[in-house]
């Protein structure tokens, strides 16, 4: 069976016609970017658009939403799940920060995707614990997220969103501010502090995403590493 949505051409163009995509973790990405590409993509795209003024700031960030959905099928990149609602209650003994409790999104992105052809992944320093991965193993992500190579659900979404970032970086990092800002609002509304984690399903270092963390002091980044 079929059923129609609204999508990108290109997402259409190598989608099977039960929404399954076949991507392997060990195929690259790109041909050769880097971390430091990303870094400096990102750190560049975000400077640029803090420095337009309103209308012109709306109309970037109206193209850069068109490029993650036309070419990705990427409407939405920050999220919630059981361990990040667990952190709004104090779990992870982020409650409390600076006398008030926090509100906390999180970014999933693919684990250990291989991002360009010289074997740099998503998770540089992963090794054997690529098989047990949370991105592969828990909640959603098993029940809904398709077999091995083949990603559908959860796992299709963090895909898409990691070929967005790796392709499209500047946009990319417009959505992801955009997304940030409403949610730092929505947070100080309800007077919680907000927090974001960058990393829920990837290990990416936090020089990659300097240009957004610089751009929001008021916003506690938090993240784990291997």
Same mark, same amino acid.
């Given at each position: ?46 400077? =640029?658009?803090?420095?337009?003024? *309103? ?5 970037? $960030?109206?193209?850069?939403?068109? &490029? /993650?959905?036309? +070419? ?74 398709? =077999?091995?190579?083949?990603?559908? *659900? ?5 895909? $898409?969103?990691?070929?967005?970032? &790796? /392709?499209?970086? +500047? ?56």
């Amino acid at each position: 069976f079929f059923i129609p949505i609204a999508e990108g051409e290109s997402f259409r163009s190598k989608m099977t016609r039960l929404f399954t995509l076949d991507a392997p973790r060990t195929r690259a990405l790109s041909k050769d970017t880097t971390l430091t590409d990303l870094e400096r993509r990102i750190g560049a795209s975000i400077a =640029e658009y803090l420095a337009l003024d *309103g209308a012109a700031r709306r109309e970037r $960030l109206a193209r850069a939403r068109q &490029v /993650l959905k036309d +070419e990705h099928n990427v409407g939405t990149l920050l999220g919630v799940n059981g361990k990040l609602e667990k952190t709004n209650t104090g779990g992870y003994g982020l409650n409390n920060y600076n006398v008030k409790d926090v509100m906390s999104m999180g970014l999933g992105l693919a684990s250990a995707q291989k991002i360009n052809e010289k074997n740099l992944s998503t998770c540089p320093n992963s090794a054997i614990c690529e098989g047990l991965c949370l991105g592969e193993t828990s909640g959603q992500n098993l029940l809904y997220g398709g =077999e091995g190579q083949f990603k559908s *659900g959860p796992r299709l979404a963090q895909y $898409l969103k990691t070929e967005a970032l &790796v /392709l499209h970086p +500047e946009d990319f990092a417009i959505v992801l501010h955009s997304e940030i800002e409403r949610f730092q609002r929505a947070a100080a509304k309800e007077d919680y502090q907000p927090t974001v984690r960058l990393n829920v399903t990837s290990d990416f270092r936090p020089q990659t995403f300097a240009g957004i963390i610089n751009a929001f002091p008021g916003v506690m980044f938090y993240d784990y590493t291997k």
